[in-house]
T-cell receptor, first 116, second 116 residues
C-alpha cells in the first residue's frame, strides 16, 4: 500500500532562514513518482516538482532544492533563504509509475509560516 | 500553460439545495479530471476520477448519487453536490491532466462550499 508521511505538522521560521520539510514514503512498487505541491492561503495547489524513482539526483530550482534518498525512502524539500511568500501548506505525494499521476497519495501536509 | 479554473470559488447555500462546481482546463485538453475533497487542516482525499465521455470512477466510500460528476467535453468537468447538508461543507479541488498516463495533474483554485 502507498503511504506518505509528513511528520512535521507546522513549522515556523524567521525570514531568510533555511528550512527543510521532511517526507517519508512507503510503497511496494519498484518504480514510482514523487511530487511536492504548495498550497498557499488562497487554496490552489501549485505543482513544484515531480521525480521518478529511477533518478536519485538531487534537484535545485532557485531557492528550492530536493533531496531524494531511495535507501531511506525520503524525499525532503529545502527552501533556502525563506521569504514570507513561502508561507503555505506543502504536500508531498506519491503515485505508482504505471498509472503515472492517476492515483496521487498525499501526505497530511506541513504548514510553513515564515515570520518577517 | 496548464491552467485549470474552478468556479465558483466560494459558495454558501441552504441545506437541501444542490450545488454545481465547474472545473475547466483553459489551455489544454483534459482527458482525465479528478475531484478531491479537503477538510480543514487535512490532506486531499480523492473522490473520483473521470475520463472524457465516460462515467466517473468513484473511490470507496464516496456516494455517486450524492456527488454527480459529468465530464462531457475535453475542457469541462462538473461536480454536483445533490441535496447538500452541513456535513458536505468542505473545500473541493479539481485537477486535470492531458493524454498520457505519466502527465502530471494540474490543480484548480478550489471551491469552498459552506452549507447552512
Amino acid at each position: 500500500a502507498q503511504k506518505v508521511t509528513q511528520a512535521q505538522t507546522e513549522i515556523s521560521v524567521v525570514e531568510k532562514e533555511d528550512v527543510t520539510l521532511d517526507c517519508v514514503y512507503e510503497t511496494r512498487d519498484t518504480t514510482y513518482y514523487l511530487f511536492w505541491y504548495k498550497q498557499p492561503p488562497s487554496g490552489e495547489l501549485v505543482f513544484l516538482i515531480r521525480r521518478n524513482s529511477f533518478d536519485e539526483q538531487n534537484e535545485i530550482s532557485g531557492r528550492y532544492s530536493w533531496n531524494f534518498q531511495k535507501s531511506t525512502s525520503s524525499f525532503n524539500f529545502t527552501i533556502t533563504a525563506s521569504q514570507v511568500v513561502d508561507s503555505a501548506v506543502y504536500f508531498c505525494a506519491l503515485s505508482d509509475y504505471q498509472t503515472g499521476a492517476n492515483n496521487l497519495f498525499f501526505g497530511t501536509g506541513t504548514r510553513l509560516t515564515v515570520i518577517p | 500553460g496548464a491552467v485549470v479554473s474552478q468556479h465558483p470559488s466560494w459558495v454558501i447555500c441552504k441545506s437541501g439545495t444542490s450545488v454545481k462546481i465547474e472545473c475547466r482546463s483553459l489551455d489544454f485538453q483534459a482527458t482525465t479530471m479528478f475531484w478531491y475533497r479537503q477538510f480543514p487542516k487535512q490532506s486531499l482525499m480523492l473522490m473520483a476520477t473521470s475520463n472524457e465521455g465516460s462515467k466517473a470512477t468513484y473511490e470507496q466510500g464516496v456516494e455517486k448519487d450524492k456527488f454527480l460528476i459529468n465530464h462531457a467535453s475535453l475542457t469541462l468537468s462538473t461536480l454536483t453536490v445533490t441535496s447538500a447538508h452541513p456535513e458536505d461543507s468542505s473545500f473541493y479541488i479539481c485537477s486535470a491532466r492531458t493524454t498520457g498516463l505519466r502527465q502530471p495533474q494540474h490543480f484548480g483554485d478550489g471551491t469552498r462550499l459552506s452549507i447552512l
